[in-house]
Each structure stands twice: as structure tokens, then as C-alpha cells.
């Protein structure tokens, strides 16, 4: 179609009248004609309709760029048109898409092939985490019974599988850690000495080995899309907060690409308001690079209103969210953190101080002793958000020094 966006945006018109359109069904026929058309298709967020493309063309190696509904209106107008059907929206789509090519900052966002797999590799990973649970509880309630002795083995590391399941499951072992289990089952009280180990607790063992096993895949699956060079100064920035594997990768999903934050400057994407003026009598600016940069990790706070009643909810992305209090949960203490880095000790003075300033003014615990669970709770999800400020700037920092370096 590049060669009919040649024309002049006087001529939308004569563009509309000579262009082909192809009429996609849902057939692999018409799938097939689809992924031939280009490398980069832009696309409008309309539900799961739009879903089906989207996956679609995200596993044939293509780029997909989604615009939003408010902007391609915009760009009818811009066309001169004032109604509106499938064909005029795929004509302003097209031009929206071919004028800001270079601009990831004027589309809703920008997913390739290797980031869509990769967060899809991190649903299925909070997946794994959701099934596990129930089955390591149900498998620790047998041994109780049947295998006492190691009802209490502690977890071992994420790069590997827990020795107990390996053992019940009969699956590939270190033969020192087998002989230690045969030697311990020989001296054992529960039935697991004189019957064995049950079927529904081996089935079960089985299960969490083949899990655990899947998990590390996808952990090692994670440590090669870090070490890639493209995410370099991402992980500089990250590194600042000693984010883990899993935050760094919902994160990074999340706010690829960086440039759509900024403008063609390398500076912070800003708005002039002309007719709203500040106490200085300056017109007042808008930080949408930050603002969509807080959205994107679960941390958009809107206006919220029901009747009397007037407030404010926090959207966005909620497994973003989750993942920056679990951050927030290990790395945030009554003590301080071991050798911390200056912006991790910065968050952490920011919690105590956030708690103290609650404790006073309740006045209804002790100040020097904090133990209220509601309290450090609200104290970390404020860490969270300040986590996400700090972090801005540390990846406009780490993204100018990429690009001088270049």
C-alpha cells in the first residue's frame, strides 16, 4: 500500500477511490494472503475480534502496532471525513500507521514476536506457580503418614527439582542424594517401610517434578532474553534495584519499547497545556511519557465516582503490579536490607518513613514498634509506586548513555 500512501493528505479522497482492500475471512486461505502483505500491520484494541490477528500475526514474525480509538478518529477528521465505515477506518489506520513508522510514542503499544513469547512464557509460569501449591500440599499431607521423616525437607533453589519428589517419582537422581533417602526409608516409622510409597502420592511426585522441570526450563528461557543485547540498558537500569529474573520480564514486556515514552529528543514525553497556567504563571506541562509509563506497570491512578461517594482507583497491569509488591515484600523490612544499593537504601528510608508518619498520626500503636500487617502492607505498595518513578529515570538515563555509546 506504500505506493498509493504517496499521495498528498489533500488527496485522502483520491486515495480512498483508487485503493484495493482486501477482505480478510477467517479461513488459512485468507490468513495466508494476511502475513503476506507486509512486516509491520497496525491495528485498532477491539476486544478479541482483534485478539485473533493479533496472535496470529504475532507467530507469523510480525510486528503489530495497535492505535487508539480517540486518535484514529483524529485522523478521519484530519481525512475530512465525517462518517465512518470499515473502509475509511482501514484508509486513516494506514495513514496513521505510514506517518508515525519511526514514532513508537503515538501508538497504544508495540509488541514483536519475541516479546509476545516471552510474556506468554510468563503467564504460563504464574500458571505453573498456581498449580503447584495445591499439589505440594496435598503430596506433604500423605507423607505425614506415609514418609514422616520427610514431610519437613526444606525447598530447594529455583534451578533445581526438590530431592523427596525425584525419589517418591522414581525419576533421574544424584546416587548419593538416592542412597541417602534408601537409608533413611529403612529407619522410617511411617508405611512407606512395609507397603511403599502410595500410587496417588507417586502420581502426585511425578506431577511436581514435571512442573518444577518446566519451570526452570523457563527460568533459563528468561536468563538468555536478558542476556540479549537489545535489553542492555534496560538491565543497567534494572540492576540499580536489584530486580529479579521475574520482575525484570514482566517489566520489560511491559514498557518495550522505552522509545515510546519519549520524544524524537531522547527527552521525557510532555504536553503543553496553553490555556492552563501554574502558580508561576507558566502554562502547565503534561508528563504523559511518566503517566503512561505508571499505566503500564499497574500504577495509572484515575478518578473514581459513584454517587456521593468520590475517589480514586489505580489501574493498568495487574501481574505488573503484583510483581512490584512481591518485589517490594522481599527486598522492604523493619531491618535493613544487606549492602543495599543507594536506590534501593533510598526506598528503604522512604518505607520507614512512610510507616512512621502513619504510626503518628493514628497514634494507636507503639511508633517504635511497627508490627501492624495492614500498615507494612500499605508501606510497600507505596514503595512500589515510588519504585516506579525512580525507575523511569534511571531508564532515560541508561537510554541516553545507549545511544551516545552507538
Known sequence: MSDYLDYPLTKATDFYDQAYFFEIE?????????????????????????????????????EVRFISNRDLTSYRRLCQWDYKDDYHDAVALAYCGWLNTNNPSAFLSLKT????????????????????????????????????EAKNSKYSNCDKVDGIWLFISDSDQHPGWRKHWLKIVK??????????????????????????????????????????????????????FNL?????IIILCQIYPFEQFLDGGGKELRKIKPRKFGKSGKPVTKRIGLARFHACLGKAVKPWESGKKKGHIVTGSVLARIQLYLWA??????????????????????????????????????????????????GKARVGDKLVKLLFKELIGAFRTHRQQQ
Request: net charge positive; charged share 25%; aromatic share 10%.
Open 329 to 378: 515484600k522481599r527486598t522492604m523490612s523493619l531491618s535493613p536490607p544487606k549492602n543495599p544499593k543507594p536506590r534501593v537504601k533510598e526506598l528503604y528510608d522512604r518505607y520507614l518513613q512512610d510507616i512512621q508518619a502513619k504510626l503518628t498520626e493514628d497514634g494507636k500503636i507503639d511508633p517504635n514498634c511497627p508490627g501492624n500487617n495492614s500498615l507494612k502492607q500499605w
Open 26 to 62: 477467517t479461513t488459512l486461505l485468507h490468513l495466508e494472503k494476511l502475513i503476506s502483505l507486509g512486516d509491520i500491520f497496525i491495528m485498532e484494541p477491539t476486544g478479541n475480534y482483534s485478539k485473533l490477528w493479533f496472535n496470529t500475526l504475532l507467530n507469523a514474525g510480525k
Open 244 to 248: 529479579g529474573v521475574y520482575d525484570r
Open 113 to 148: 514476536p519475541e516479546i509476545n513469547s516471552t510474556y506468554q512464557l510468563f503467564l504460563e509460569h504464574q500458571r505453573i506457580n498456581r498449580e503447584l501449591k495445591p499439589l505440594i500440599n496435598r503430596a506433604r499431607n500423605l507423607l505425614h503418614t506415609e514418609f514422616p
Open 187 to 240: 529407619k522410617s516409622i511411617g508405611t512407606v517401610q512395609n507397603q511403599g510409597f502410595s500410587p496417588q502420592l507417586v502420581k502426585l511426585s511425578q506431577q511436581i517434578v514435571r512442573l518444577k522441570q518446566r519451570k526452570i526450563q523457563i527460568r533459563q528461557r528468561f536468563k538468555q532474553f536478558l542476556a540479549n543485547p537489545k535489553y542492555q540498558f534496560y538491565c543497567e537500569a534494572f540492576d540499580c
